[in-house]
């Protein structure tokens, strides 16, 4: 399903792709444009974005009751980039200029702030770490009257706000002025007190999407993150098979929105990873397009862990870890098996004081003979945890007949 299809079907009552144009695609709020110009696309389904050039570049939206009405529940966000570490403050979003407000501001050191004014009332959030120029974010904000307010930063609950339990204390927002993205036309507040906003320097847009009273209600925590950032974040990397992602070994990918997308097959698919690391702020660090499984397993130190599947098949993300069975007795055989089968994931004829192997499943099977020694067996050992060590303790076997 198309990009598009997925947020429309969220029941937004606005949305702007801003795919090089300024109209509202499902309700009546067409933007007047005032010097935004196409750019790069910055999520799924756009082939261009629109971006402020000058700090007076603006778009300004009709004035709608489900906008900057009155409102019990509203949510709105989109799809957003800055070249740069900007000069503060900035206006992304706004709904109100003075008195009662709905603000996305970007604030000193490029950390964005959700702004809310409710009559003398004022709540606060802050994305937990700046926005890095150049990297694409999807940034989303939701007020539910009498119950919480949150700024999601890729579809994650941002957690600095102020008041800092998150509640709103209020059961609406009164009406606003007119809808902006971009520089204020007129003047501004944040917080209740004047100050002087403009757009963002070459700051770009695509699809943002508006939801008012009974649609933001419904709107889940798990659906800003799977069907607005997940299905729309751009990977990096596209591979399909081993080969293409051997071409990643050793490499460390950056923080972006989705680091390796792996596409559909028709079928199961197992890939190995060597020395893939992630950094620590990406948002996916691999997504499985397809509805079956991917067993993706985090060989020689890669680390894959935030996992993404926008189609609803399943990831078995396997992480090598190593059983050791010690002590032993010199020349004992030992057999590692995948749990409940005949698999054999290693294994010695003839040991050393110690055995320990690699194994790449969930839990093992471990099997320890000797001449004379009582048969040991220990099944569905979990290896989800990390390396193992087996202790052992071998009898000397009294009725062993030597047959």
Not at 307 to 329: F, Y
Request: glycine residues 8%; aromatic residues 8%.
């Amino acid at each position: 399903m198309a990009y598009i299809d997925d947020v429309t079907a969220l029941g937004p009552q606005h949305v702007w792709t801003f795919d090089g144009v300024y109209t509202d695609s499902v309700g009546a709020a067409d933007g007047t444009n005032t010097g935004l110009n196409p750019s790069a696309a910055l999520c799924e389904g756009a082939a261009n974005s629109v971006e402020s050039n000058n700090t007076g570049n603006r778009v300004t939206l009709t004035t709608q009751a489900d906008i900057d009405g009155a409102a019990t529940n509203k949510a709105v966000g989109g799809w957003l980039r800055v070249s740069s570490i900007q000069l503060p403050p900035k206006s992304i979003y706004r709904e109100g200029t003075t008195g009662n407000q709905y603000n996305m501001i970007m604030w000193a050191g490029n950390r964005l702030m959700l702004d809310i004014v409710s009559g003398t009332t004022v709540l606060q959030a802050f994305s937990n770490n700046v926005l890095k120029p150049s990297r694409i974010y999807h940034v989303f904000s939701r007020f539910l009257g009498g119950g919480e307010f949150a700024l999601f930063i890729d579809g994650v609950k941002q957690s600095i706000t102020v008041p800092t339990n998150a509640q709103t204390g209020v059961a609406n927002i009164p009406a606003r002025t007119a809808a902006e993205f971009a520089d204020p036309s007129g003047a501004t507040e944040a917080g209740n007190a004047t100050v002087l906003l403009n757009a963002p320097t070459n700051g770009r847009y695509n699809f943002w999407t508006s939801f008012f009273d009974a649609s933001a209600l419904a709107l889940t925590d798990a659906q800003i993150r799977t069907e607005l950032f997940e299905k729309g974040a751009l990977p990096s990397v596209t591979v399909s098979n081993q080969t293409e992602l051997d071409a990643l070994a050793n490499t460390v990918r950056p923080d972006e929105p989705l680091n390796i997308r792996i596409v559909d097959n028709g079928g199961d698919l197992t890939l190995i990873a060597d020395n893939i690391t992630h950094d620590p702020l990406a948002s996916i660090h691999v997504q499985w397009m397809g509805a079956e499984v991917l067993t993706y397993i985090n060989n020689n130190g890669s680390n894959a862990s935030i996992i993404s599947t926008p189609n609803g098949g399943t990831v078995n993300l396997i992480t090598p870890a190593v059983i050791t069975a010690e002590p032993l007795i010199p020349d004992t055989e030992v057999r590692v098996y995948e749990s409940g089968t005949i698999n054999e994931l290693g294994g010695i004829e003839s040991s050393s004081t110690s055995f320990s192997a690699p194994v790449q499943a969930n839990s093992v099977d471990v099997v320890i003979l000797k001449e004379d020694y009582v048969y040991i067996r220990v099944n569905g050992i979990d290896m989800t945890g990390g390396d193992v060590t087996l202790p052992v303790s071998q009898q000397f076997d009294r009725n062993y007949d030597g047959d």
